[in-house]
Nanobody, 125 residues
């Protein structure tokens, strides 16, 4: 089955940067879209960034456009999220997710059947 494992979370001051990593294993056909979501305490899980397997299509939440970049290293089966200019509002557990070609609403959590366990990102002011 598809297995996703996140790493790279931590604590950083406002204005700083972090790079999250997601190790991916399993059937490639089930991982056409790779995505990052986040969830803060008491809030709904929200889509952050999405990339197709070829990186030909990307989507970003308005809140992170211009600051976050999703990328892949296909030779290592890894997905990355480079986060720059971090703000306290970015504090959340960040999740890696994968979905098939049938995904239509790319920033909706319910579209994705495969999830990692999450990694905590804390941004202090």
């Amino acid at each position: 089955q598809v297995q996703l494992v996140e790493s790279g979370g931590g604590s950083v001051e406002a204005g700083g940067s972090l790079r999250l990593s997601c190790a991916v294993s399993g059937y490639t056909g089930s991982t056409y879209y790779m995505a990052w979501f986040r969830q803060a305490p008491g809030r709904e899980r929200e889509g952050v960034a999405v990339s197709s397997v070829t990186s030909s299509v990307t989507y970003y939440a308005d809140a992170v456009k211009g600051r976050f970049t999703i990328s892949q290293d296909t030779t290592k089966n890894r997905l990355y999220l480079q986060m720059n200019s971090l703000q306290p509002e970015d504090t959340a557990v960040y999740y890696c997710a994968a979905g098939p070609t049938t995904v239509k609403y790319h920033l909706r959590a319910t579209e994705y059947p495969y999830w990692g366990q999450g990694t905590q990102v804390t941004v202090s002011s």
